[in-house]
């Protein structure tokens, strides 16, 4: 397709009715590391293959606390995920400023949602290159797992892989999911690695240095669990698995921008 | 025809007066997934295929509540959809807290409208990527059935369909619209179930998981009906009928900018 | 001619002294369906043609009330039409409001053609691709025919008529405008509607349907006539005449931007 | 020679120091329909050729009331001369408010004139596509006649002509303008109707229908003298002479741009 | 030379470090009529050829009136020059309004500099089109003569010429103004015509009609000569000079924008 | 690979999902004399090479004090750099003034790197182009090492390099980095210069002229050791070693924007 | 190398990480007549070669009074200079207004420094095309000098020279700047001469009337020594020497953005 003339401005549609400059912004989520999330009845794990840009630097954080009950994993151009992390962090201090409670996580995506669909409608600025998954427990306890993407869309899944080779942990979890309801947390951490280990790169491997996990859930506060204390889960890991012959679907997800 | 010159700005014309960034955005409507929507005397009933972007995901929610006398069905880029859809139940909002009394459906739809407009004349934006179908009960009691697109036009129908496929849809309302409007809300509800069957990509089927219905009425707030409360409408349903041979007429309906 | 350079932006001028821009919105108006003027010493009369996009839809109104005593038929881009007409009823809202007296027709008209006139001069708008007809009346109860154009020009008629085949109708009126100004309004819309026979597309009919009829007049407030309203005047039509030999013609009128 | 690179911009000149913007805009100066102007010692008379778009119109205003002691004739775009010529109405009323005299007219010139410099300057605007004869007595009865273009130029002159086919015009003025200063005021509207009748194209004549002369004068207020008050002046006119073999000579004057 | 990418935007510089839009607004200048000015210890004096764009209209002022005690000359884009001689002229006001004293010279001088800086470094103008000749006496009773340009620049001169043909001018000056210093006003005068004369189109003279001179002095407020005034001083006119064979080197002043 | 369209500006993603713009800058951050940065468990030390752009100039700062317990090292753009250093500056006081303790370094950073990511997403300016390294002690007295760079990314380092020929002062740091932690601030410095001296163009050295360091620690204030101070700690230095044959990987490192 | 894409927006890097527009505006200042400085302990002087435009003409300014203890040397677009200059000017008499003492050099350095460097960053704007030399004293009686350049740098020196053909004054300089810190003000002078006699071109020589010495020192205010007063130090001037083969040197110094 001769796509020159119609992708080099946000606010400039297709002929075939595409936002080109979104698209191509979605190409920035795949090329970060990767990022799973899965949630059972009553928790929702996050897990991230931090990447470390030399010897000499600490990993970089792929997972954050936005509040108590809501963590961030992020995937694509990290300057942008900071940003839209301190957003989310300072909307959620308003509210219990505010209104005394937590905020609801359905009431933040939906800002979150709009701060991303601006930067596709108005001229003056680019969308956002990365996506984010969301994992946060309601005011009744009950876990829910976001993710966003540049072209302001949203949406709810069970379980879920943002970023490079993140194909494979789909497989992953989509022949698993349906047992996830009533893992117990470790049970579950045990699937967001396994499901991370495939997204590992080639001559490479999932170690307590480069994992990481983050847990909220119905009576549990945003937990970081790095380095050592990944140690034992890690060991419960069997065969890194299959992630090779399925690369060839990995456009499949992102390109679904209208329902 | 040379269309390279005027395509890609919103605020020029074209030599034949037309805008063509405006009928490019349209074409974003068309790919969304169908959305049907009718009404008899007393109900207004919409309907629409949601799809789910993974196995692993909730299906996208296509039918909003706008207020209790007011739904919303979509059809193109979600995000622009939930954006306006945010500005709706915020004017019904404003309007109950000042007035006290619901909006009147017609005032709701001329601002709508206007929001559209603007971004079909200023530089700074681009048109929304969306069609609307928004039913709605007037303080008197009476339905209506209204459908926006990206040029800021406002048409109101007895029964209309928009999205991927709907060409079918249409077809079948024209063929049975002159019977709706003494139907009981279940017969509303099958007749929009099977206008949507019609719309469902080739080896695909419609069904619990993917059909929505959202209902309005004189003395009925809104109500969705999805899962297995949708189960005794789809039992109802005909085979699966000739949409097959109609999709060259789609082009048809969305390119009336004038009137 | 070479047109390429200049007709992309509203602040250019061509090396002949024309913008482009603006003779391209005209064109606009010339794809919009017919609506005619005409009055008498009385009485002003608009007759207009409704589209109505599907057999599912309502007919899109083409004549709409700005005030009792001014109203307005459109050709051309329907959300720039309902967009002014706003405007023009907030301006008489106003009005009221401030001198407790109708807003003075030539007032209005003065400040509707600013508002066109901005647009075709600073940057960041298109020019409106609309005609109106505004018929009013005066404090001293005489009839005015108004008609403006993308160009911010403002014209008053004897009779007039816009949009697409609308060179029929202006021939009929030519033949005919000098007996209009002792015709009673029963009369004059008789006129009206045989104007609009020859404004009808080859293979359509006028009818009680698509045709549609609004008075304003010295003792007669904003008054529509439709449907089986519209009935005793259409069966007073003689045979639809001469339309076809005419059509050469019609660039005549909308390009005359100077005086 | 090669105008492309620097000509579709007001704030871009030409390697040759001028403003092509600016002179195209000229270009719809002489494309209005004529107008003249000229002066004795206590009296200025402006006359105009109307057009009208069509037998059903009535036919443009050419000469407009600025004040009482101001009158405005046009030539070029209609919608910015009655933009204009509202700025001008709107300075006199101001100034009658605050310093409760008539406006002096060298004042409202400035002002006016300054105006037009700013589009000829300013990024966002294109320059005025009108020229206007504007005919003033001062506070003292003296009368004066001024002159503006497009550029921002302000000329004033005992006689002058401006619009299609005024070379015609000029020339008459050129042979008789030195009797003016002690001519009585229906001498003036003669010469005036004579100036004129040389602007008329080729197969039409000048009219009470299309004739129109407005008078300023020592103790003379506006005064408009059109349809059958023409009369008497036009029965007077000599044969239409001479207007074919010097058309050529119609750049020289509008070009003027620099002292 | 390869101008073109660098020469239509007055914020870009050409490799070579110069700003060609600055340059091009200088040739405005050499196409305006020459003006001159010389000073003597105690007096300025203005010398200016004025144009008439036709024999119907009175000539342009070309020497204004900025304060008592200083005068400018104008060459170049006149509507320009009157932007910016009112802006001088209100500062002037300003200045005996906040102080009580006239503002002085230098401090004006500083002030239109700037104001000329702004246009060449700032995106959305053009520079101004038109040189400069201002004369003005300080508040010690000394003379200054000062030339601005459209670059932003301000030079002092003991006498200088500016305009079309001014080379011829500049040479006269260049072989007299040692003697300037001790002149009387009417010799001075005759200096000025002089030096005029050299500047008039090959088959024109300097006359009482396009003549004009302008004067401030130490015990001499701002005063005009021109008409019959002017005869005098004609009259001791020598015969017109050798002004053709160094028109080579016009070039060579305008274009010193560095120091 | 063909990057015409998609690199002129800092708002469009290239079809691969990168900022091009973004990535030129980071080329600045490489054409910067060096500066290295490490610490030990209580004392940050930062080190750097001056240039000077000729004999006769003072060297150019490239170590600067932030706050008491914050140093900056630079390499890029030096006016970018001074721009950003004297924000953080002002930040420091504003926080001591308000909280009336120091800043601590974390929310520092954390606005430094939005700073940066705004220039890359808004329309209207271009990225930073510098690198910093910025040397720290929290408010326990434990030292922190970070780099920004002109995407908004921001690293978290045990010892890093940056600027021209860093690459072999990385591989000195690698080697020895396991042993900073407890080396005494002297060690330190000897480490720092010895990664320094690697940097030193091919013909030059590191001398007590060219070289710099800036020490932060747990109970050190902000101090700069420059010229003779610095003589001890050059003597120690072994041998200028190995930095020809990695100057191939020099690339790796700044274009990691994806986390 | 092909840098047309590049090189005409100042917001634009090049694939190599430079600013071309800020390099091309650095060609301006070489392009400026010559202006030296250099300092002993105690005193710091400035040298300047005047142009003058015509024989008519003053000299223009080249060294400016900022304050008593500042003055500043210009080499590139003169009305830039004005400007700046003003600009501080006006931030010396600001600080001497709000805190009763001279502004501290350095601050007023840094000020000035962000000033270049918003210009070198944000779109609407070009590049200042000046460099400047800054002599001061501070507050301790140090003398000390500063040089600016478009790009925002800021240096400070021993000794410099900027402008055309000043490459023979940095030689010259070179030679003998460290026997400057002991000189007298007077033995200054004559080494700044001596510096700007290498700078004049070819066929012209350093005069009273050209040459321009500006002081400042511990116990010395702002002095101008121009014209006659200049006549001592000429006189004992050597002869013009070897500023012929060196010319090819001159790029080096002004290309030095980073550090």
Redesign the interface.
């Known amino acids: 397709m001769f796509?020159?003339?119609?992708?080099?401005?946000?606010?400039?549609?297709?002929?075939?009715?595409?936002?080109?400059?979104v698209e191509?912004?979605?190409?920035?989520?795949?090329?970060?590391?990767a990022c799973v999330g899965l949630r059972s009845d009553t928790t929702c794990v996050l897990g991230a293959l931090?990447?470390s840009?030399?010897?000499?630097?600490?990993h970089?954080k792929?997972l954050l606390e936005i509040d108590d009950h809501i963590a961030c994993g992020?995937?694509?151009?990290?300057?942008?995920?900071?940003?839209l992390a301190?957003y989310m962090q300072t909307e959620c201090l308003n509210h219990k400023y505010v209104y005394g409670t937590p905020i609801p996580p359905h009431q933040l995506m939906?800002d979150l949602?709009?701060k991303?669909?601006r930067?596709?409608?108005?001229?003056?600025?680019?969308?956002?290159?990365v996506g984010l998954l969301i994992s946060s427990v309601d005011s009744r306890g009950v876990p829910h797992l976001y993710?966003t993407c540049p072209?302001?869309?949203?949406?709810?899944?069970?379980?879920?892989a943002i970023g490079a080779r993140s194909q494979s942990a789909?497989t992953y979890?989509?022949k698993h999911?349906e047992t996830f309801a009533t893992c117990s947390t470790d049970q579950l951490i045990v699937h967001a690695l396994q499901a991370l280990a495939g997204c590992v790169s080639g001559d490479d491997e999932l170690t307590v240095d480069n994992g990481s996990i983050a847990i909220v859930g119905k009576d549990q506060s945003f937990t970081l669990i790095e380095g050592d204390a990944l140690k034992p889960y890690i060991d419960q890991l069997e065969q890194k698995a299959d992630n090779d012959d399925e690369e060839g679907e990995e456009e499949?997800?992102s390109e679904?921008?209208?329902?």
């Open positions: 796509r020159n003339q119609y992708d080099t401005d946000v606010t400039v549609w297709s002929p075939e009715g595409r936002l080109l400059q191509y912004a979605m190409e920035s989520v795949k090329q970060g590391s931090k990447r840009v030399s010897e000499l630097s600490s970089q792929k992020i995937a694509g151009l990290t300057a942008d995920a900071r940003s301190k939906a949602a709009d991303h669909q930067t596709t409608q108005i001229y003056v600025r680019r969308p956002f290159g993710q072209s302001g869309n949203l949406y709810e899944f069970y379980a879920s789909r979890l989509e999911y499949k997800e679904a921008m209208e329902t």
